[in-house]
């Protein structure tokens, strides 16, 4: 291409701020992210976390009620 095609278009070369401007915009980006992505790992591993004690809870009650029947059964009728 001709320089007078590339006037033509309108293409220049970008002012100074714009060289500022991206790169702070992007790594501004990443830094957001990255909270983001941290935050919403916590909460996942919380919830994980409480999943699993509310399961070792029920397991732990169906033991009990399964032994308590199971020691209501042994027992002689009077």
Request: hydrophobic share 45%.
């Amino acid at each position: 291409m001709s320089s007078s095609a590339i006037l033509a278009l309108g293409i220049g070369v970008p002012p100074s701020s714009h060289f500022i401007y991206i790169p702070v915009i992007f790594i501004l980006g990443i830094v957001i992210g990255f909270l983001m992505g941290s935050k919403a790992t916590r909460d996942a591993i919380t919830f994980e976390q409480r999943k699993a004690a509310e399961r070792e809870e029920r397991k732990a009650r169906r033991q009990a009620s399964s032994s308590a029947a199971a020691s209501s059964a042994a027992e002689p009728p009077k």
